[in-house]
């Protein structure tokens, strides 16, 4: 089992930043790939980025790639969402994800854990 605990929403200006962070207990967090994904209201839950176990692989959604950075620190259990030149539209709840293997890091429904979210909202 692996617990996670997202933190670092908030209510911040366009073109703001913010830091999302995701604390992970239980078994060994770098046997985890992690993904972040985001939920607006009325909307699926959409892939924002996900980062593999230990090489530093990443990946992003075409919509952040470029404003958004996702990383890692094994010693400390915990995977960052770095969120600059915000929009009104990255407007949602945020979770974070754990899976085992480095493949389909896109889809939701390969994850095995997720967390409670946190909010982030936009203004314009």
């Known amino acids: 089992q692996v617990q996670l605990v997202e933190s670092g929403g908030g209510l911040v200006q366009a073109g703001g930043s913010l830091r999302l962070s995701c604390a992970a207990s239980g078994r060994t967090f770098s046997s985890y790939a992690m993904g972040w994904f985001r939920q607006a209201p009325g909307k699926e839950r959409e892939f924002v980025a996900a980062?593999?176990?230990?090489?530093?692989?990443?990946y992003y959604a075409d919509s952040v790639k470029g404003r958004f950075t996702i990383s890692r620190d094994n010693a400390k259990n915990t995977v960052y969402l770095q969120m600059n030149s915000l929009k009104a539209e990255d407007t949602a709840v945020y979770y974070c994800?754990?899976?085992?293997?480095?493949?389909?890091?896109?889809?939701?429904?390969?994850?095995?854990?997720w967390g409670q979210g946190t909010q982030v909202t936009v203004s314009s």
């Open positions: 980062i593999s176990r230990s090489l530093g692989y990443t």
């Open positions: 994800a754990a899976k085992e293997v480095w493949a389909r890091v896109s889809e939701t429904t390969v994850y095995d854990y």
